[in-house]
């Protein structure tokens, strides 16, 4: 990546970081959003142009999605905006030849997150078999040194029926940051961001 486009990103990555710890009005939460969606949009530019001039490989591959679909940290993403329950947002994108987005790292829930933008989207985990125990929708544990973003006091489990996950999109409430993860009732209708396995 050019210097440029990582030079972008610090400050970006700096108010996202203060906005989280430090309870600073740095930037809104629309203005980041915003600067955010566009530095990645720049790296990921940047990265394909320089696959395509140096031949590219298996890697040129990860540039080239299928229509609708957003390639963004090694993986095609594709934003479903129906509202719709957990159970038919992963039908949803089962159809597409997908599954919901399970970011696996920071890099990858920062692609969702720009993706989510101001609506809290779902994503491919819940803890509906065994509570506490988070599960990816192959049924894959999320534990120990698996990525987790979790919003500050969540999971809560509230009323006991939370058992599916959202990224939270800006225009959450006070205590909750975008970008984190929230359990929620997989009855609830929210947007969604498939991905390709």
Known sequence: MPRSAGVRWWPAFSALVCLAG???DLYTAGTLRQYLKEVVN???NVHCESLKQSGGGLSAFQCSCPAGFKWCAGHCYKLQEAFMTHDQAE???VQINSHLAVPRSREENLCVAVMASEENKWLGINDRYSEGLFVDWEGRPLTGEHFKAWARGQPDDASDEEDCVEILGSKSSE??????WNDRKCTDNNPSVCQLA
């Open 42 to 44: 720049e790296a990921l």
């Open 175 to 180: 205590h909750l940051i975008y970008g984190k």
């Open 91 to 93: 039908a949803s994108c």
């Open 22 to 24: 430090c309870g600073g």
